[in-house]
């Protein structure tokens, strides 16, 4: 029997040797146009978007409307999770752009995280290269509930929660939706940004023309608070390593 698969990672692996336990003798050929033929997927991060949950290479979403609420609800160990409002976040990205979108719909975090870290925003949750947000408007709730000790960062932003590198422009961006946390214990640190949350490693980091008429209310225990908070009515925080 000739056996051909065509996709590898995860799913294309796990049938070739389901197919050899089954029939030894097989001659099984699996098609990858990847890099790789097979990797575990246990530690990638988790992407949930309200338009689309993550992106690999260059990015360019306009004029898109979220009204759906997002919830994610479950148990994580060291890993991340990623959650927009429009875009949950970008991967490996070369360069975004986000124009016009609005996010509507409120976001809801009920995941009991062991490790890891938490990216939250109403409109691009996190990215790593060259992004660019213009005119972008999020109404809806962010809640975070019920997070576990351990849980090493949280950054939650109105339009954006975390970037890494890159060069980032957020212009003419608005945030109307609050942010709420309760029962939430966190090892790491806690930032909170009414426009952008946090900004590492960033070539340059530009808020311009962007306005945050939002509440927030943090119940956090802070005696597990190792790194510190760190609020911000535009944006929350950056660091240079």
Same mark, same amino acid.
Not at 95 to 118: C, Y
Not at 146 to 161: D, E, F, M, P, R
């Given at each position: 029997?000739?056996?051909?698969?065509?996709?590898?990672?995860?799913?294309?692996?796990? @049938? @070739?040797?389901?197919?050899?336990? %089954?029939?030894?003798n097989?001659?099984?050929?699996?098609?990858?146009?990847?890099?790789?033929?097979?990797?575990?997927?246990?530690?990638?991060?988790?992407?949930?978007?309200?338009?689309?949950?993550?992106?690999?290479?260059?990015?360019?979403?306009?004029?898109?409307?979220?009204?759906?609420?997002?919830?994610?609800?479950?148990?994580?160990?060291?890993?991340?999770?990623?959650?927009?409002?429009? %875009?949950?976040?970008?991967?490996?990205?070369?360069?975004?752009?986000?124009?016009? &979108?609005?996010?509507?719909?409120?976001?809801? &975090?009920?995941?009991?995280?062991?490790?890891?870290?938490?990216?939250?925003?109403? +409109?691009?949750?996190?990215?790593?290269?060259?992004?660019?947000?213009?005119?972008?408007?999020?109404?809806?709730?962010?809640s975070? &509930?019920?997070?576990?000790?351990?849980?090493k960062?949280?950054?939650? !932003?109105?339009? %954006?929660?975390?970037?890494?590198?890159?060069?980032i422009? +957020?212009?003419?961006?608005?945030?109307?939706?609050?942010?709420?946390?309760?029962?939430?214990?966190?090892?790491?640190?806690?930032?909170?940004?009414?426009?952008?949350?946090?900004?590492?490693?960033?070539?340059?980091?530009? +808020?311009?023309?962007?306005?945050? @008429?939002?509440?927030?209310?943090?119940?956090?225990?802070?005696s597990?608070?190792?790194? !510190?908070?760190?609020?911000?009515?535009?944006?929350?925080?950056?660091?240079?390593?």
């Amino acid at each position: 029997m000739k056996v051909i698969i065509v996709g590898g990672v995860a799913g294309g692996a796990t @049938a @070739a040797a389901r197919i050899r336990r %089954l029939d030894e003798n097989a001659e099984i050929v699996i098609y990858e146009k990847g890099k790789y033929m097979a990797y575990g997927t246990c530690g990638l991060p988790y992407f949930i978007g309200g338009i689309v949950g993550a992106n690999v290479g260059s990015a360019s979403i306009t004029g898109c409307e979220n009204t759906g609420t997002l919830t994610a609800d479950g148990t994580t160990t060291d890993q991340q999770l990623v959650i927009g409002g429009i %875009l949950g976040g970008t991967y490996t990205a070369a360069s975004g752009t986000f124009e016009n &979108n609005v996010n509507r719909g409120n976001i809801v &975090n009920k995941t009991a995280m062991t490790g890891g870290d938490l990216r939250i925003s109403g +409109v691009l949750g996190s990215t790593t290269q060259n992004v660019t947000i213009k005119n972008c408007k999020h109404y809806g709730s962010i809640s975070i &509930n019920n997070i576990s000790n351990g849980l090493k960062t949280t950054y939650a !932003g109105g339009v %954006l929660g975390y970037t890494s590198g890159g060069t980032i422009l +957020v212009t003419g961006c608005e945030n109307h939706g609050s942010v709420n946390t309760s029962n939430t214990n966190i090892s790491g640190e806690l930032y909170l940004g009414g426009v952008a949350a946090f900004a590492q490693l960033a070539k340059q980091m530009k +808020v311009e023309n962007c306005i945050s @008429a939002a509440d927030a209310s943090f119940n956090v225990n802070l005696s597990q608070v190792s790194g !510190g908070l760190r609020f911000g009515g535009v944006f929350g925080g950056t660091a240079k390593d």
